[in-house]
Protein backbone atom coordinates (compact mmCIF):
# COMPACT_ATOMS: atom_id res chain seq x y z
CA UNK A 1 0.00 0.00 0.00
CA UNK A 2 1.30 3.23 -0.80
CA UNK A 3 2.30 5.78 2.12
CA UNK A 4 4.90 7.80 3.61
CA UNK A 5 8.25 6.96 4.98
CA UNK A 6 10.40 9.37 7.69
CA UNK A 7 12.01 11.95 5.05
CA UNK A 8 10.00 11.90 2.57
CA UNK A 9 8.56 15.19 1.27
CA UNK A 10 4.54 16.06 1.80
CA UNK A 11 2.79 15.39 -0.66
CA UNK A 12 1.95 18.35 -2.90
CA UNK A 13 -1.67 17.90 -3.02
CA UNK A 14 -4.94 20.68 -2.97
CA UNK A 15 -7.87 19.49 -1.18
CA UNK A 16 -11.35 20.95 -0.56
CA UNK A 17 -12.30 21.29 3.12
CA UNK A 18 -14.23 23.21 5.77
CA UNK A 19 -12.03 26.50 5.29
CA UNK A 20 -12.34 26.46 1.34
CA UNK A 21 -10.67 24.65 -1.52
CA UNK A 22 -6.67 24.92 0.26
CA UNK A 23 -3.06 23.64 -0.97
CA UNK A 24 -2.40 22.07 3.16
CA UNK A 25 1.24 22.49 3.23
CA UNK A 26 1.43 25.22 0.95
CA UNK A 27 2.94 27.42 3.55
CA UNK A 28 4.95 24.95 4.90
CA UNK A 29 8.65 26.28 5.01
CA UNK A 30 8.08 29.69 3.67
CA UNK A 31 8.53 32.76 5.45
CA UNK A 32 9.12 31.86 9.66
CA UNK A 33 10.21 27.94 9.82
CA UNK A 34 6.48 26.38 10.18
CA UNK A 35 5.56 22.93 11.51
CA UNK A 36 2.61 20.98 10.11
CA UNK A 37 0.52 18.12 11.31
CA UNK A 38 -2.21 16.35 9.43
CA UNK A 39 -4.39 13.71 11.38
CA UNK A 40 -6.99 11.41 9.73
CA UNK A 41 -10.38 10.14 11.13
CA UNK A 42 -12.57 6.75 9.91
CA UNK A 43 -15.36 9.34 9.34
CA UNK A 44 -17.57 11.82 10.56
CA UNK A 45 -20.46 11.19 13.63
CA UNK A 46 -18.09 8.64 14.71
CA UNK A 47 -17.69 8.39 18.95
CA UNK A 48 -13.63 8.35 19.26
CA UNK A 49 -13.21 10.74 16.12
CA UNK A 50 -15.60 13.12 18.09
CA UNK A 51 -13.50 13.11 20.96
CA UNK A 52 -10.26 13.28 19.65
CA UNK A 53 -11.45 16.35 17.19
CA UNK A 54 -12.74 17.83 20.47
CA UNK A 55 -9.19 17.55 22.13
CA UNK A 56 -7.25 18.84 19.08
CA UNK A 57 -9.53 21.94 19.21
CA UNK A 58 -8.80 22.73 22.74
CA UNK A 59 -5.35 22.37 22.11
CA UNK A 60 -4.70 23.91 18.72
CA UNK A 61 -3.69 27.15 20.62
CA UNK A 62 -1.06 24.92 22.05
CA UNK A 63 0.13 23.91 18.75
CA UNK A 64 -0.58 27.40 17.76
CA UNK A 65 2.32 28.47 19.79
CA UNK A 66 4.70 26.55 18.46
CA UNK A 67 4.29 27.53 14.91
CA UNK A 68 2.45 24.15 13.73
CA UNK A 69 -0.07 24.04 11.56
CA UNK A 70 -3.24 21.47 11.59
CA UNK A 71 -5.42 19.77 9.64
CA UNK A 72 -7.58 16.92 10.19
CA UNK A 73 -8.94 14.61 7.15
CA UNK A 74 -12.25 12.32 7.36
CA UNK A 75 -13.72 10.62 4.24
CA UNK A 76 -16.81 12.65 4.46
CA UNK A 77 -18.17 15.45 2.81
CA UNK A 78 -17.35 19.21 3.66
CA UNK A 79 -21.32 19.64 4.52
CA UNK A 80 -21.12 17.02 6.62
CA UNK A 81 -17.47 17.94 8.52
CA UNK A 82 -19.52 21.40 8.66
CA UNK A 83 -22.52 19.84 10.75
CA UNK A 84 -20.07 17.76 12.63
CA UNK A 85 -17.81 20.76 13.71
CA UNK A 86 -21.37 21.48 15.63
CA UNK A 87 -21.35 18.30 17.50
CA UNK A 88 -17.49 18.85 18.35
CA UNK A 89 -18.01 22.05 19.54
CA UNK A 90 -20.79 21.05 21.60
CA UNK A 91 -19.07 18.01 23.09
CA UNK A 92 -16.46 20.29 24.38
CA UNK A 93 -19.29 22.26 26.13
CA UNK A 94 -19.27 25.41 23.35
CA UNK A 95 -21.68 26.73 21.11
CA UNK A 96 -22.88 24.11 18.29
CA UNK A 97 -20.52 26.44 15.60
CA UNK A 98 -19.48 25.02 12.46
CA UNK A 99 -16.43 26.39 12.48
CA UNK A 100 -13.26 24.75 13.91
CA UNK A 101 -9.69 26.10 14.87
CA UNK A 102 -8.40 23.92 12.08
CA UNK A 103 -9.91 22.50 8.31
CA UNK A 104 -10.98 18.99 7.85
CA UNK A 105 -10.23 17.66 4.05
CA UNK A 106 -13.02 16.24 2.84
CA UNK A 107 -11.52 12.98 1.31
CA UNK A 108 -14.47 11.46 0.28
CA UNK A 109 -13.33 9.35 -2.69
CA UNK A 110 -10.92 8.19 -0.26
CA UNK A 111 -7.95 9.10 -2.88
CA UNK A 112 -5.56 10.65 -0.19
CA UNK A 113 -6.29 8.07 1.98
CA UNK A 114 -4.99 5.32 -0.17
CA UNK A 115 -2.32 7.57 -1.71
CA UNK A 116 -0.66 8.45 1.73
CA UNK A 117 -1.57 4.82 3.17
CA UNK A 118 -4.10 5.41 5.98
CA UNK A 119 -6.30 2.64 5.18
CA UNK A 120 -7.02 0.40 8.04
CA UNK A 121 -7.64 -3.23 6.62
CA UNK A 122 -8.93 -4.77 9.86
CA UNK A 123 -12.00 -1.61 9.81
CA UNK A 124 -14.52 -1.83 7.18
CA UNK A 125 -17.75 0.20 6.91
CA UNK A 126 -21.29 -1.19 5.78
CA UNK A 127 -20.10 -1.61 2.43
CA UNK A 128 -16.98 -3.66 2.87
CA UNK A 129 -14.94 -0.91 1.86
CA UNK A 130 -11.50 -0.04 4.64
CA UNK A 131 -12.15 3.13 6.94
CA UNK A 132 -9.09 5.15 7.06
CA UNK A 133 -6.61 4.76 9.69
CA UNK A 134 -6.03 7.40 12.78
CA UNK A 135 -2.73 8.35 11.21
CA UNK A 136 -0.19 11.47 12.44
CA UNK A 137 2.24 13.03 9.88
CA UNK A 138 4.30 15.38 11.53
CA UNK A 139 5.93 17.54 9.14
CA UNK A 140 9.13 20.01 9.16
CA UNK A 141 9.64 23.13 7.85
CA UNK A 142 11.62 21.53 4.95
CA UNK A 143 8.12 19.77 4.25
CA UNK A 144 9.77 16.53 4.92
CA UNK A 145 7.95 14.01 7.31
CA UNK A 146 9.42 13.91 11.17
CA UNK A 147 7.32 11.58 12.71
CA UNK A 148 4.56 8.98 11.47
CA UNK A 149 1.95 7.34 13.96
CA UNK A 150 -0.46 5.19 13.01
CA UNK A 151 -3.68 3.96 15.43
CA UNK A 152 -6.19 1.62 14.56
CA UNK A 153 -9.82 3.03 14.07
CA UNK A 154 -10.73 1.14 17.07
CA UNK A 155 -7.94 3.20 19.35
CA UNK A 156 -7.98 7.01 20.15
CA UNK A 157 -5.25 8.90 20.11
CA UNK A 158 -3.66 10.99 23.08
CA UNK A 159 -2.77 14.51 21.80
CA UNK A 160 -1.14 16.05 25.20
CA UNK A 161 1.54 12.99 23.87
CA UNK A 162 1.72 14.62 20.08
CA UNK A 163 2.11 17.65 21.63
CA UNK A 164 5.22 16.35 23.78
CA UNK A 165 6.96 14.62 20.47
CA UNK A 166 6.48 17.87 18.68
CA UNK A 167 7.99 19.57 21.40
CA UNK A 168 10.99 17.29 20.84
CA UNK A 169 11.47 17.04 17.55
CA UNK A 170 11.64 20.98 17.68
CA UNK A 171 14.40 21.18 19.86
CA UNK A 172 16.05 18.23 18.61
CA UNK A 173 15.68 19.48 14.91
CA UNK A 174 18.11 22.70 16.27
CA UNK A 175 20.05 21.70 19.14
CA UNK A 176 22.33 18.34 19.12
CA UNK A 177 20.84 16.65 22.02
CA UNK A 178 18.03 13.34 22.34
CA UNK A 179 14.82 13.28 24.77
CA UNK A 180 15.04 10.04 26.70
CA UNK A 181 11.70 8.18 27.97
CA UNK A 182 9.35 10.29 29.41
CA UNK A 183 10.91 13.12 28.84
CA UNK A 184 8.51 16.16 28.90
CA UNK A 185 9.84 20.23 28.44
CA UNK A 186 11.76 21.02 30.71
CA UNK A 187 13.52 18.00 32.07
CA UNK A 188 17.37 16.89 31.21
CA UNK A 189 18.27 15.92 27.71
CA UNK A 190 21.03 13.35 26.79
CA UNK A 191 23.55 14.66 24.71
CA UNK A 192 23.96 12.86 21.25
CA UNK A 193 26.41 10.11 20.54
CA UNK A 194 28.12 11.62 17.88
CA UNK A 195 29.16 14.89 19.02
CA UNK A 196 32.72 14.77 21.19
CA UNK A 197 33.51 15.41 25.00
CA UNK A 198 35.15 18.62 24.49
CA UNK A 199 32.79 19.88 21.65
CA UNK A 200 29.64 19.05 23.97
CA UNK A 201 31.60 21.23 26.98
CA UNK A 202 31.52 24.22 24.67
CA UNK A 203 27.90 23.81 23.50
CA UNK A 204 26.25 23.11 26.62
CA UNK A 205 27.65 25.42 29.37
CA UNK A 206 25.33 24.23 31.85
CA UNK A 207 27.16 21.22 31.99
CA UNK A 208 27.55 17.46 30.90
CA UNK A 209 26.87 14.71 33.40
CA UNK A 210 27.43 11.20 32.95
CA UNK A 211 26.11 8.14 34.52
CA UNK A 212 28.36 5.62 35.65
CA UNK A 213 27.62 2.36 34.45
CA UNK A 214 29.23 -1.77 34.48
CA UNK A 215 30.16 -1.63 31.55
CA UNK A 216 32.46 1.29 31.82
CA UNK A 217 31.10 3.07 28.43
CA UNK A 218 30.47 6.84 29.02
CA UNK A 219 27.53 7.34 26.69
CA UNK A 220 24.65 8.24 29.02
CA UNK A 221 25.72 11.94 29.15
CA UNK A 222 22.64 14.39 30.55
CA UNK A 223 22.70 18.03 30.00
CA UNK A 224 19.75 20.74 31.35
CA UNK A 225 17.45 21.44 28.46
CA UNK A 226 19.26 24.47 26.25
CA UNK A 227 17.43 27.01 25.60
Sequence with gaps: MPGLLLGDEAPNFEADTTQGRIPPWGRIGNGAPRWGILFS???DFTPVCTTELGR????ASEFSKRNV??????????QDHMCWSKDINAYNGGQPEEKLPFPI???????????????????????????TARVV??????????????????????????????????????????????????????VVPTLPDEEAKKLFPKGVFT????????YLRYTPQPE
Design 41 to 43: HPR
Design 56 to 59: AAKL
Design 69 to 78: KMIALSIDSV
Design 105 to 131: IADVNRELAVKLGMLDPDERDKDGIPL
Design 137 to 190: FVFGPDKKLKLSILYPATTGRNFDEILRVVDSLQLTAYKKVATPVDWKPGDSVM
Design 211 to 218: KDLPSGKK
